[in-house]
T-cell receptor
């Protein structure tokens, strides 16, 4: 079946602009996660949802970052007033459950954000 | 604090066995995951341990010792396609389900 998809795959924007990154999880997956990954580093947690409820947003760097998953499926990560330090690969992951092996997270291809 | 340590780089020979170690110090523990990530691609799941001991899955095995905060990933019969970054990740547990990742170990398999 289809995996996690993300759009756009590449986004170049100017400093100060807002961007919206979209994640379409695997159908039926309960949990959805957002990570940010710098080159040569492991993914860094940003936030996650169970169904439509945002369970943990402790990894969001500041209040310019927000995320939503209004219908418990597709999610959007929004970055307002982008800064050059926001440039990174933003990855989405989903899992069928929240405990045990069903908590295995499946990662999407990512959105490469470049802020000029 | 949360800290996960793994070697930055390793080199091994095709057909050999390699062990990638991971030590962790986290405020909670509810499972340890290993992921493989080829350059320019998404991480893909390899293994999951929540109890002490060895989990075997084909050429890949993963070991966990919770009392020592230690895990390793064992890759047997190495193939050139195993050249990738290997990420150790801990689920901290409690009210959150987030994964805390190490920086990854870049494995180079040589002929």
């Amino acid at each position: 079946g289809a995996g996690v998809s993300q759009s756009p795959r590449y986004k170049v924007t100017k400093r100060g602009q807002d961007v919206a990154l979209r994640c379409d999880p695997i159908s039926g997956h309960v949990s959805l996660y957002w990570y940010r990954q710098a080159l040569g580093q492991g993914p860094e947690f940003l936030t996650y949802f169970n169904y439509e409820a945002q369970q943990d947003k402790s990894g969001l760097p500041n209040d310019r970052f927000s995320a939503e998953r209004p219908e418990g499926s597709i999610s959007t990560l929004t970055i307002q007033r982008t800064e050059q330090r926001d440039s990174a690969m933003y990855r989405c992951a989903s899992s069928p459950g929240t405990s045990g092996p069903r908590s295995e997270q499946f990662f999407g291809p990512g959105t490469r954000l470049t802020v000029l | 604090g949360q800290n996960i340590d793994q070697p930055t780089e390793m080199t091994a020979t095709e057909g050999a066995i390699v062990q990638i170690n991971c030590t962790y110090q986290t405020s909670g523990f509810n499972g340890l995951f290993w992921y493989q990530q080829h350059a320019g691609e998404a991480p893909t799941f390899l293994s999951y341990n929540v109890l002490d001991g060895l989990e075997e899955k084909g050429r890949f095995s993963s070991f966990l010792s919770r009392s020592k905060g230690y895990s390793y990933l064992l890759l047997k019969e190495l193939q050139m396609k195993d050249s990738a970054s290997y990420l150790c990740a801990v689920r901290a547990g409690g009210a959150t389900n987030k994964l805390i990742f190490g920086t990854g170990t870049l494995l180079a398999v040589q002929p």
